[in-house]
């Protein structure tokens, strides 16, 4: 068309008379040029349809999901009350909402390089089923921690630490199948050639129901309890430390995955929930072998470690998941609310609670074989995540609360061990400053670093012991964390990490905890 439009303007006019074999190569010529034009509109959509790899063609979507299925209903929908996998996808460890991403910058002159987070299976090829996803986090750290057993020496160190595999299948287009499977530590082989001391175990396991927006139902599985941010959201390209931030590590014992039940929904544009029933928390936290038959802990007379402690928190309390080995017939309850206000861009956060009526064991005893009674449990948590729009800066805070109603029943205070004893409550809160800096573009991607310091307290020994142990608090209960150092993002789905801790309690020889620790970590 542009050709023959050119041709009667030239000829026409009679301003431009030529005889029949000039008219005939500017012909070719403008046939050629026509053709140029048509590929390089075509290189452009080939472009806007597959972005470079790391960088999203659409503006990211808090409900939008980092692995894609090939269904007509998202297996993301179902994931929105408990899985990480909701978060800002190419959002470069950014956790709060962001309020706008750069474009992809179109390349004319290179070819189209694979977009990974439209691949379904590993983020590197299609589905050859409809509707199955596979995608996969992990993380390996190694560096050198002093070891408060050993006087505080410091002590080199490497661990695989965990690999996850994420299979997500949309059985139908309103029910979403979902599981993750882990393996920590290297693996679960013993042998002493093996070298390898881990576990392999299921993290979640789960089927929704996709009825309408509002109201939604995840039956009966093994799920993550909705308290805090990182026990749901906790891949290693959602924090910067090269560890999980220290309210994770024993006062909410993340990951705490539960028999569960939920329903969960959207309230408003801005406004989130899930409420969620579950298998109680257990004050044991022995060896499954030293359950007895009758489904107890250890006869009286032989002592048992507790899953309540003031060292530890509630680290060793969650409840078993498998061969119906539960030592307890109480019912948690749990809930969440999800805020992203929209009059607050780069804002989000959550409020969260939970609740057993009672974490005492069948048979619990002390160790003078006297039986202890019941103890219920209470959590609360509040959190936030704000990326002020424009800037770099990221801001976050935290603050969590246990109160036990009869810590006088808890194991802790009756083990003839008053180091570990508990009081009426745990509490804990933290604040962190990030910084998001561009290193622009590196091995055909853009570099993201993040430095950030992060200040945390703990108090897991407060007043009010009550049992037959001593009321002597040690002082180790009550931490000061200082963390600080860099995420390095050679894209939003790999993190290369360095973090330097120092730790201090109020116990005679002091914490001994500090570290210095390199991490790697993936999401995808």
Known sequence: MLAATALSVFTSGGAFAADDSANEALLKKLDKMERRIEALEAELKEKDSHPQAGVDAKPSSRSASTRSVTATA??????????ARQETKGSKGNLAAQSAEAPAKPMLNLPPLPAAGDKPILGLVDSPVPGLSIGAYGEIKFGSAQNPAANGQWQKGFDAQRFVLLPTYAITPNIIFNAEIEFEH???GFDNDDKLHGTAEIEQLWIDFKIIDQFNWRAP????????????????????????PELYLGLIPSTWKVPASSVYGTITEDLKYQVMVATSNEDFGDSFDN???????????????????????????????????????????????DFTPTFLPGFAGSVSGYFS???TPRGAHDDLGNFLGHSSLAMFDAEFRYRVPQTGLELRGEYVRADFS????????????????????????????????????ILNNEWEAVPFYRY????????????????????????QYHTAGFALFPSPKVVLKA?????????IAGAMSDSFLGGVGFFF
């Not at 032989?302 to 998941?321: C, E, H, K, W």
């Not at 945390?456 to 931490?479: E, H, I, K, S």
């Open 499 to 507: 973090t330097y801790q120092h730790v201090i309690d109020k116990s």
């Open 221 to 244: 599985g093994i799920d993550l309890v909705p308290i805090g941010y990182y026990n749901q959201h906790h891949e290693p390209t959602q924090f910067y430390s090269v560890n999980r």
């Open 456 to 479: 945390t307290y703990q108090n897991l020994q407060t007043g009010g012991f009550a049992g037959t142990d001593a009321n002597l608090p040690t002082g180790a209960g009550q931490r």
């Open 406 to 441: 009869h810590p006088e029943n808890l194991r802790a205070n009756n083990d003839s061990d008053p180091t570990n004893n508990v009081g009426k409550s745990m509490y804990g809160y933290s604040g962190e400053i990030d910084y998001h800096v561009q290193l622009g573009t």
């Open 74 to 83: 998202s297996p993301a929908d179902a994931k929105e009350p408990t899985d």
């Open 186 to 188: 290297a693996g679960s």
């Open 357 to 359: 009526p009672n974490t």
């Open 291 to 337: 359950r007895t038959a009758a489904k107890t802990v250890p006869l009286p007379g032989t002592p048992y470690a507790a899953g309540i402690d003031g060292l530890n928190a509630l680290a060793f309390s969650r409840p078993p998941l498998g061969d119906f080995q539960q030592l307890n017939n109480a019912v948690a309850i749990a809930g969440r609310l």
